[in-house]
């Protein structure tokens, strides 16, 4: 047993749950003593074949009772014999022995897959905080000290069931409150049983209610119910009576339960049809996932009440309205009659629909522009959904002042629309298609742009146009090339690349620092220093997760769709704290390649570039001190000025040297069979260019490299692509 040379107090539980024989009043002393807990529970778990998992619990106290929960349930039960698991389930567990303190939860993780225990915890009383041991649970907040009494629930009400009461209240607003202890006696027994007695349990803070079985009808029973705060505090209690009563069970209560079978993504109303001999029906209430025991349920503060639907008070409904797919699952109802019978059933509700169609394919859309009869044709492939109905188009068009106001959508139902009264001074017209399923989901937008005015450039200002390419893995690459390589077969679209790398001025405006640690120098090598004076170096310090924050916001800041999801979540104040190493949810970052925001380039998309057409070593030149800063000609001093070298053909600056830039794709060696986009998975990923402090092999356009997508330095920095349709 574990002692704590601590301030007397009772030590609070630290599960939500309602645990029969747990202590219940002590008198609070402020001398310091010796405290003494009970040992923690530990669990062991063997392979139980098609059964699952088989779970044992023990502790070394002798004579301690083991309580537990599973699967974040609101009521305890006695440990007694090994439990048997068939899916993954958190198990919480802790001893309890009079006359010293509960020993602190243990938490398993049971896993079917690998039929052993995953993971266990340890976690404080007051807190919540976990420990990897007991120790650490029990001494985080061991010596608070709280001597106040907690407030006295309201509301109490109790409702006689066969054998059983089912006891309501409305919880205390104190913000320390643990649970409600709860104890109960005949009225001929004349006392309140104590703590580890059967007649007492613990309600969880929230359930505010419990449901007392084993009782004997006819007897009347005076129920006690009082707050325990975290620090063990109890309030003065209050009562309320109630006697059982017997039900006959050649009676039954039967509960039908009907939904719709159409889609919805917006409500669903269940019907309840109720069979009984009594009078009527006293209460119907319904849950998602709520307990299968018909007593708790309508003791479940929480659970919701059904509405009357009938004169002979026998048919109920409730509605379930959604603003997700969440809202699908399993909804238990449960009925009280007037003659006490209670009855419980289960339906599983998979109605709700949210999920949109799938977007119309921008590489399957056709555009023709007639400048004779001032139109614009579209065609496309409308997605293989079943529940696919129509598409939705609207468009802007744009010219030197800037985008028109948006057209209202039309619906389409074909696969073909003509856009007549073109105007062919406009540079070019923005369709915004958009898939809509029967029900009004609607896909996120597809843009596809058509130009109109060739004259009018439609390129970003400090973009230039990088054209297509088709690569069908039988060219032959000067230099040789470790992405071109044979039997890769890609085709990269047209896009809009930075001419420079991003410059720290840039960063700065955008995110409000510059984190850049590299000193910044002019072409002429002198040193530089301020804000002013180093805007048009190359930010550096920069992380790929970095990056991809920079690219979300800057594309959210100018109203384009941004590229970068994480978890599902588009908008970087949605993404958490930036990693400063390797992280899964990071990592799993995706990429939409059809949208019109900004985004790093593909390493395929980087090389194609930085080549610019031609054969030569570097990006513009085989002499690398005409294209780029690298060690040689900044004596490993610092980054230099962006476009202070020579350009590429494609008129793109600094592809050699000055900065690494980081790429989208994941680093492995590439064969025939890598996607366009890189490989699937890996640890690393790419850079290339090479820098102000690496030799010049590093710059070369067909070098490759790769780091931690965590990793920051001064070398790193970063360059920025846009779709150019």
């Not at 119910?225 to 309030?235: E, F, I, L, Y």
């Not at 309508?298 to 509405?307: G, I, P, Q, V």
């Not at 992405?483 to 809009?496: D, P, T, W």
């Not at 840039?506 to 002019?522: H, I, N, Q, R, V």
């Amino acid at each position: 047993m574990k002692k704590t040379r601590i301030l007397a107090v009772l030590a609070a539980m630290t599960m939500g749950l309602a645990v029969f024989g747990c202590k219940a009043e002590t008198e609070t002393e402020t001398e310091y003593v010796d405290k003494i807990y009970a040992e923690a529970v530990t669990f062991t778990a063997e392979d139980a074949g098609d059964a699952g998992v088989k779970v044992a619990m023990a502790t070394k106290t002798e004579g301690a009772a083991i309580y537990y929960t599973v699967d974040k349930s609101s009521e305890s039960l006695k440990y007694s014999e090994p439990l048997t698991f068939s899916k993954d389930t958190e198990i919480k567990a802790f001893a309890v022995k009079k006359d010293i303190e509960n020993s602190p939860i243990s938490v398993a993780k049971v896993s079917i897959k690998t039929k052993t225990i995953t993971e266990k915890v340890y976690v404080c009383a007051k807190c919540q905080k976990e420990y990897k041991t007991a120790q650490e649970a029990i001494d985080c907040c061991a010596e608070t000290l709280d001597t106040t009494a907690p407030a006295d629930v309201t509301e109490p009400v109790a409702a006689a069931k066969d054998s059983s009461v089912v006891l309501t209240w409305k919880d205390a607003t104190d913000e320390d409150i643990f649970g409600c202890l709860v104890s109960w006696k005949a009225e001929s027994q004349g006392r309140a049983l104590v703590a580890l007695e059967k007649d007492s349990l613990i309600a969880a803070k929230g359930q505010q209610g419990c449901v007392v079985t084993g009782l004997t009808n006819g007897t009347k029973y005076t129920f006690t119910v009082k707050t325990m705060d975290t620090s063990g505090n109890t309030s003065a209690g209050v009562t309320v009576k109630a006697t059982p009563v017997a039900v006959d069970s050649k009676e039954p209560l039967k509960i039908d339960l009907s939904v719709p079978e159409a889609k919805s993504n917006t409500s669903v109303t269940v019907t309840v049809n109720v069979e009984t001999a009594a009078e009527k029906i006293v209460d119907v209430v319904y849950k998602k996932d709520g307990s299968v025991n018909a007593a708790t349920l309508l003791a479940d503060a929480d659970a919701k009440k059904a509405e009357q639907n009938s004169a002979g008070n026998k048919k109920w409904t409730f509605e379930i309205t959604a603003a997700d797919e969440t809202a699908n699952g399993t909804y238990t109802v449960a009925t009280l009659d007037s003659d006490g019978r209670e009855e419980a059933a289960q339906i599983t509700i998979d109605n709700f629909d949210f999920t949109p169609p799938a977007k119309v394919s921008i590489s399957a859309i056709k555009d023709v522009y007639s400048s004779d009869n001032s139109s614009i044709t579209l065609s496309w492939t409308n997605p293989a959904d079943s529940d696919f109905d129509h598409v939705e188009i609207s468009y802007t068009s744009t010219d030197s002042t800037g985008d028109s106001k948006r057209s209202k959508a039309e619906i389409v139902t074909g696969t073909e629309k003509i856009f007549e009264v073109i105007d062919g001074n406009k540079a070019y017209y923005t369709y915004y298609i958009a898939s809509v399923d029967k029900l009004g989901n609607k896909s996120n937008e597809v843009k596809y742009k058509v130009s109109v005015n060739k004259t009018v450039s439609n390129v970003p200002e400090g973009f230039v146009e990088i054209p297509s390419a088709s690569i069908d893995g039988t060219e032959s690459w000067t230099p040789s090339s470790e992405v071109f390589v044979k039997g890769r077969n890609l085709k990269i679209a047209s896009f809009y690349m930075s001419d420079h790398e991003v410059t720290r001025g840039e960063y700065k405006t955008l995110m409000g620092k510059d984190p850049s640690s590299a000193s910044a120098y002019d072409k002429d090598g002198n040193r530089l220093t301020g804000d002013d004076n180093v805007k048009n170096n190359p930010v550096n310090y920069i992380s790929w997760y970095d990056a991809l924050v920079y690219c979300n916001t800057r594309s959210i800041n100018e109203g384009l769709t941004p590229c970068y999801a994480i978890g599902g979540k588009t908008d970087p104040k949605d993404w958490g704290s930036v990693p400063s190493s390797s992280n899964s949810t990071w990592n799993a970052a995706t990429c939409d390649f059809t949208a019109d925001g900004y985004r790093l380039p593909t390493e395929a998309e980087w090389e194609w570039a930085a080549r610019g057409g031609e054969s030569y070593k570097y990006a513009g030149s085989d002499t690398i001190g005409d294209v780029a800063w690298y060690k040689e000609n900044t004596n490993n001093t610092g980054t230099r000025d962006v476009k202070t070298k020579k350009k590429n053909a494609y008129g793109l600056y600094d592809m050699s040297g000055n900065v690494w830039e980081w790429c989208w794709d994941w680093y492995d060696s590439i064969s025939g069979d890598t996607a366009s986009t890189g490989p699937a998975s890996g640890s690393l990923r790419c850079q290339r260019g090479g820098s102000w402090n690496y030799l010049a092999h590093y710059a070369q356009v067909a070098y490759r490299s790769s780091i931690s997508p965590g990793s920051r330095s001064s070398s790193c920095g970063f360059r920025l692509v846009r779709n150019a349709n």
